[in-house]
């Protein structure tokens, strides 16, 4: 079945401690991106890939890093998470890296909280 | 800034009616438009995707229109259903960006 998976699904966690979101997908997608779902602000884009060890800023890229060493993998990492970090966020990937190309599918999301 | 609107915020239906909900942006300049469904606590559903060269597309009882000229698009729901019940996203794609309006809450009641 085709998928992308993020985890973990829900995590609490404290102000400072690193933490990292993985998101894989087996769709052999070339593009990867994560987004934060605040309410009354709706889906911001933080980070983007277009592939293997192409990154690039999305809207909200502060306080967060990625990697995209292989294909399937683009995790979140928050090196010092903050309060403001809490959020519902989301991986998506698709095929290719050229603009006006695939749909877009996405991971269930993962709650975090930062305390 | 790009800006993404939908209007209406929310919108609650008695089943069977046909329904329209819209999607405008401030630049026209555009490669894809897309709609997603979202239900509570669950991931991001593409229903349609409008390329720049499009002019609409069709899926079942849903139809999405794109006018570039004007900044809009439109989901036609037809004979909407309770299962419909969800809220509907758009997003506009530049570049290899997207911005997402912030959703039309649609409640039908059976």
């Known amino acids: 079945e085709a998928q992308v998976t993020q985890n973990p699904r829900y995590l609490i966690t404290v102000t400072g401690k690193k933490l990292t979101v993985t998101c894989s997908q087996n769709?052999?997608?070339?593009?990867m991106s994560w987004y934060r779902q605040d309410p009354g602000l709706g889906l911001r884009q933080i980070y983007y890939s277009m592939n293997v060890e192409v990154t690039d800023k999305g809207d909200v890229p502060e306080g967060y890093k990625v990697s995209r060493k292989e294909k399937r993998n683009f995790p979140l990492i928050l090196e010092s998470p903050s309060p403001n970090q809490t959020s519902l966020y989301f991986c998506?990937?698709?095929?290719?890296?050229?603009?006006?190309?695939?749909?877009?599918?996405f991971g269930e999301g993962s709650r975090l909280t930062v305390l | 800034k790009q800006e993404v609107t939908q209007i209406p915020a929310a919108l609650s239906v008695p089943e069977g009616e046909n329904l329209v909900l819209n999607c405008s942006f401030t630049?026209?300049?555009?490669?894809?438009l897309q709609w997603f469904r979202q239900d509570p606590g669950k991931g991001l559903t593409s229903l349609l995707l409008i390329q720049s060269s499009q002019r609409e597309q069709t899926s079942g009882r849903l139809n999405a229109s794109l006018d570039k000229s004007s900044g809009r698009s439109t989901l036609y729901i037809a004979a909407s259903q309770p299962g419909d019940s969800a809220t509907y996203l758009c997003?506009?794609?530049?570049?290899?960006?997207?911005?997402f309006g912030a959703g039309t809450i649609l409640r039908v009641k059976s």
């Open positions: 769709m052999n997608h070339e593009y």
């Open positions: 998506a990937s698709r095929r290719r890296g050229l603009v006006g190309t695939g749909e877009l599918f």
């Open positions: 997003a506009r794609e530049y570049g290899n960006k997207l911005v």
């Open positions: 630049d026209s300049a555009i490669y894809n």
